[in-house]
């Protein structure tokens, strides 16, 4: 089964590697290759009572990526919105938080990173 490829958004997936540097551990985020023709998710906001904070507010840092391909995205893996396929010193946009497959779809529930 395809994908409807006018929704879809092309990502570049990074994945975290804890480096002791000098004696203070920093994340590094390198580039995963892991799709042959790119990696495309369907991104949306869903918000919902489940998206607020203790405050009540609802977090706007929260995105759902939808797929029904099976790419090796694994929790806590970073999601960029611009190439860095030949980047160093990656900051990814979003991180992965959870990855849930609801029938054949895999959800990336995606959370705005904002450094360590």
């Known amino acids: 089964m395809g994908q409807k ?6 990502v570049w997936v ?56 099976n790419y090796n995205i694994e929790k806590g893996d970073g999601i960029c919105l611009t190439d860095i396929s030949e980047s160093k010193n990656i900051v990814p946009d979003y991180e992965v938080t959870d990855t849930p497959v609801i029938g054949n779809t895999h959800v990336y529930i995606l959370k705005k990173y904002h450094g360590e």
């Open 5 to 10: 490829l006018s929704k879809l958004t092309e």
């Open 14 to 69: 990074c994945t975290p590697t804890r480096q002791n540097i000098d004696g203070e551990y920093t994340t590094v985020w390198n580039y995963k290759n892991i799709g042959k023709n790119g990696v495309y998710l369907n991104l949306q906001q869903d918000l919902n009572e489940l998206d607020r904070n203790t405050a009540g507010k609802v977090d706007y840092d929260i995105q759902k990526a939808r797929t029904t391909l």
